[in-house]
């Protein structure tokens, strides 16, 4: 059975902050040997509900959405349990969310990062 990658964002009007999701993604596909994703936002387009009908037309049985979020808010408590249960009825496929980026040891080093570029 087929897996595929969904990075799911929250989406904002600014299409350039959308397209900052894409490049994300497409490099973190690249750097994992991802075959088979989707980008999708809550609130703008492409919406998960079009990537996961991508991944089940490519014959995708498991998907798994990674949210491209800091913390775990209302979107990632309520809203996204509700579109996946829904989404896993209407096409058949399984899916697991994974977990939002808070809590990562990356994102300490990023701020490290961003405060002695600052600091220069």
Do not use: C
């Amino acid at each position: 059975m087929k897996t595929g990658i969904v990075v799911f964002g929250h989406g904002s009007s600014v299409a350039s902050a959308n397209d900052a999701v894409r490049v994300v993604a497409a490099d973190a596909a690249r750097h994992g040997g991802w075959e088979i994703y989707e980008t999708a936002f809550l609130e703008a387009s492409p919406l998960l509900k079009d990537a996961v009908a991508s991944l089940a037309s490519q014959g995708v049985g498991s998907i798994v959405v990674l949210p491209y979020f800091l913390t775990l808010g209302i979107h990632l408590k309520r809203d996204l349990p509700n579109l996946v249960e829904g989404l896993e009825k209407e096409y058949g496929v399984s899916i697991r969310v994974a977990p939002p980026l808070d809590g990562h040891e990356a994102l300490s080093r990023i701020l490290v990062e961003r405060a002695a570029e600052q600091a220069q």
